[in-house]
């Protein structure tokens, strides 16, 4: 199958495919858009069913990416990599990170890389010692950089409580009913921001000892992972990973709002339109959870410091309301509306 024939393929610059037979590394690097500068994106490293399935994660969070750096307002474009794991749960290697550093090299600039699930700051100190254009390195104390997840939490935190007030008309998180499905680096760090506002909060992890010891922290509950969405609650909070929104988990959700850091909650486009004629409130995943990028795409240009992300992540609930209310306006899905957004800041409007 060529790159045209993926039904994910949207008029991406370029799909690379990478292989290191040393070190066992295999690849995948999607540049989605390099319009308004270069294509930021994290690395993801996981295990795929096969290697159609990881080129279409890569293609579809590459697109993603390059949606939340031109609504976040960054002057970068889109792109996403991915390091096949195999099937044994073996953790990646020096060697495949080092080649996978050599592999953004080889690409001179038009990829900045940076950390996402199964990667570590450690771990893109060693891709940095293979290429200079990486981000999300340790920074000192004050500067904009460094782990990206705390970030995406705050801007997480800020779009659900948006989202809560928009769709349940709830002034504050007092006894707002929260279901918050994964508790890693985003989903953890927004239940104990929820926690703290007096919200109440059931949780669902993969990890279920992790859940369980989040849970007696905050004080919260915990259900199995394929309860969560359907929680009796008034906020479902996608933080795991994405295509979590089927015909079938729509169909099953009591709550009103849906709000989360997951990427490409939404498992096709049909399934924003399912959302929106539910009556239910969506949080386009990109616009919220758009912290981390903020954080390290202003570490990468060198604008600003911690102060300077903290005021721009401030600003993503107004991104949200711009969306909800051309939502309102036009009758349209809100993931339809950001997306046209989007589009026209790319120049593909």
Same mark, same amino acid.
């Given at each position: 199958?060529?790159?045209?024939?993926?039904?994910?393929?949207?008029?991406?610059?370029?799909?690379?495919?990478?292989?290191?037979?040393?070190?066992?590394?295999?690849?995948?690097?999607?540049?989605?858009?390099?319009?308004?500068?270069?294509?930021?994106?994290?690395?993801?490293?996981?295990?795929?069913?096969?290697?159609?399935?990881?080129?279409?994660?890569?293609?579809?969070?590459?697109?993603?990416?390059?949606?939340?750096?031109?609504?976040?307002?960054?002057?970068?474009?889109?792109?996403?990599?991915?390091?096949?794991?195999?099937?044994?749960?073996?953790?990646?290697?020096?060697?495949?990170?080092?080649?996978?550093?050599?592999?953004?090299?080889?690409?001179?600039?038009?990829?900045?890389?940076?950390?996402?699930?199964?990667?570590?700051?450690?771990?893109?100190?060693?891709?940095?010692?293979?290429?200079?254009?990486?981000?999300?390195?340790?920074?000192?104390?004050?500067?904009?950089?460094?782990?990206?997840?705390?970030?995406?939490?705050?801007?997480?935190?800020?779009?659900?409580?948006?989202?809560?007030?928009?769709?349940?008309?709830?002034?504050?998180?007092?006894?707002?009913?929260?279901?918050?499905?994964?508790?890693?680096?985003?989903?953890?760090?927004?239940?104990?921001?929820?926690? #703290?506002? &007096? $919200? +109440? %909060? @059931?949780? =669902?992890?993969?990890?279920?000892?992790? *859940?369980?010891?989040? !849970?007696?922290?905050?004080?919260?509950?915990?259900?199995?992972?394929?309860?969560?969405?359907?929680?009796?609650?008034?906020?479902?909070?996608?933080? #795991?990973? &994405? $295509? +979590? %929104? @089927?015909? =079938?988990?729509?169909?099953?959700?009591? *709550?009103?709002?849906? !709000?989360?850091?997951?990427?490409?909650?939404?498992?096709?486009?049909?399934?924003?339109?399912?959302?929106?004629?539910?009556?239910?409130?969506?949080?386009?995943?990109?616009?919220?959870?758009?912290?981390?990028?903020?954080?390290?795409?202003?570490?990468?240009?060198?604008?600003?410091?911690?102060?300077?992300?903290?005021?721009?992540?401030?600003?993503?609930?107004?991104?949200?309301?711009?969306?909800?209310?051309?939502?309102?306006?036009?009758?349209?899905?809100?993931?339809?509306?950001?997306?046209?957004?989007?589009?026209?800041?790319?120049?593909?409007?």
């Amino acid at each position: 199958m060529t790159a045209w024939g993926f039904p994910d393929f949207d008029d991406h610059e370029g799909v690379h495919l990478f292989t290191d037979p040393v070190s066992g590394l295999r690849a995948v690097i999607a540049v989605h858009s390099t319009k308004l500068g270069p294509a930021a994106g994290g690395v993801r490293f996981w295990h795929y069913a096969d290697h159609t399935s990881a080129i279409t994660d890569a293609l579809r969070l590459s697109r993603g990416m390059s949606f939340k750096n031109a609504m976040a307002g960054l002057d970068l474009g889109g792109g996403k990599g991915v390091v096949l794991a195999d099937a044994s749960g073996a953790t990646i290697s020096e060697a495949q990170l080092r080649a996978f550093g050599r592999a953004v090299e080889s690409l001179g600039g038009r990829y900045v890389t940076a950390e996402d699930v199964g990667m570590s700051e450690a771990r893109m100190k060693v891709i940095a010692e293979e290429t200079r254009y990486v981000s999300g390195l340790p920074v000192a104390s004050g500067a904009a950089g460094g782990d990206p997840g705390p970030y995406t939490a705050l801007g997480v935190y800020l779009g659900v409580k948006a989202a809560a007030q928009r769709g349940l008309g709830a002034t504050d998180m007092k006894g707002v009913r929260v279901a918050i499905q994964g508790v890693g680096s985003v989903g953890g760090g927004l239940a104990k921001l929820l926690a #703290a506002d &007096g $919200a +109440v %909060l @059931t949780l =669902a992890d993969v990890d279920q000892p992790r *859940a369980s010891a989040l !849970a007696a922290e905050v004080g919260a509950t915990t259900v199995p992972t394929e309860a969560i969405l359907a929680a009796d609650v008034d906020l479902v909070s996608p933080n #795991a990973l &994405g $295509a +979590v %929104l @089927t015909e =079938a988990s729509i169909a099953a959700l009591k *709550a009103k709002v849906v !709000a989360g850091g997951a990427n490409n909650q939404l498992a096709t486009r049909d399934d924003g339109r399912r959302v929106h004629d539910r009556g239910i409130l969506y949080a386009p995943d990109y616009v919220i959870n758009a912290g981390g990028i903020i954080n390290v795409g202003l570490e990468y240009l060198g604008h600003g410091d911690e102060a300077d992300v903290k005021a721009r992540i401030a600003r993503i609930p107004e991104r949200l309301t711009q969306v909800w209310d051309e939502s309102d306006a036009t009758g349209d899905p809100t993931s339809e509306v950001a997306d046209r957004i989007a589009r026209r800041l790319i120049g593909r409007g």
